[in-house]
């Protein structure tokens, strides 16, 4: 099992781009969520999933959009990038939505300029 | 709103003991505990249900006190190898979400 995979490790963009953050598991996870990650900040939940077709709202969702079509896949979406963006996103998935190890993917290093 | 967790940072020798503490404002289903070592992502500790049951899978040992909504993490005889920080999460009854803390940077030295 390669578990939690997140593409692209990197990115750079420029404010006003768009991009998205691929995450996918072959774990048969139903539940799948998005993480940003900033100095002192420790993690925050974006955006959240119980299973395919369902997504919800986290603490910070601002500015960010999710889909889930698959239960495998679960993409994050910066409809226009903001220097206030630039973080380490991390998406992470668990067998159910509560008290479930949750298992990370390795993290997307993002700075917008 | 994140639970709060103290100390922010330590520096032990080997060999030494600590704990790490995590507290909420809500009446708390469970409380989780990972590790993150830089640059990496953040790995699974051990999970503390609401009725006494934990689950984990590592050589680290933690309580949960349901009345007052705090939990804490316990490390014994510190080895190099706990470097990193360490992230409380709780989840609190009817909410699907798992809330982090901001961290306790932990330090090992020879």
């Known amino acids: 099992n390669a578990g939690v995979t997140q593409t692209p490790k990197f990115q750079v963009l420029k404010t006003g781009q768009s991009m998205t953050l691929q995450c996918a598991q072959d774990?048969?996870?139903?539940?799948m969520s998005w993480y940003r990650q900033d100095p002192g900040m420790g993690l925050r939940l974006i955006h959240y999933?119980?299973?395919?077709?369902?997504?919800d709202q986290g603490e910070v969702p601002n500015g960010y959009n999710v889909s889930r079509s698959t239960t495998e896949d679960f993409p994050l979406r910066l409809l226009s990038a903001a220097p206030s963006q630039t973080s380490v996103y991390f998406c992470?998935?668990?067998?159910?939505?509560?008290?479930?190890?949750?298992?990370f993917g390795p993290g997307t290093r993002l700075t917008v300029t | 709103q994140q639970p709060v967790q103290s100390p922010q940072a330590v520096i032990l020798r080997e060999g030494e003991d600590a704990v790490i503490n995590c507290s909420s404002s809500k009446a708390l289903y469970s409380v989780h505990w990972y590790r993150q070592k830089h640059g990496e992502a953040p790995v699974f500790l051990m999970i503390?249900?609401?009725?006494?049951e934990q689950k984990g899978h590592e050589k680290i040992s933690a309580s949960f006190n349901e009345k007052k909504q705090q939990s804490s993490l316990y490390l014994t005889a510190s080895q190099l190898s706990y470097s990193g920080t360490y992230f409380c999460?709780?989840?609190?009854?009817?909410?699907?979400?798992?809330?982090f803390g901001t961290g306790t940077r932990l330090t090992i030295i020879p």
């Open positions: 774990m048969n996870h139903e539940y």
């Open positions: 992470a998935s668990s067998y159910g939505a509560e008290a479930y190890e949750q298992y």
């Open positions: 503390l249900l609401k009725g006494g």
């Open positions: 999933s119980v299973g395919a077709g369902i997504t």
């Open positions: 999460g709780t989840e609190d009854f009817g909410n699907e979400k798992l809330t």
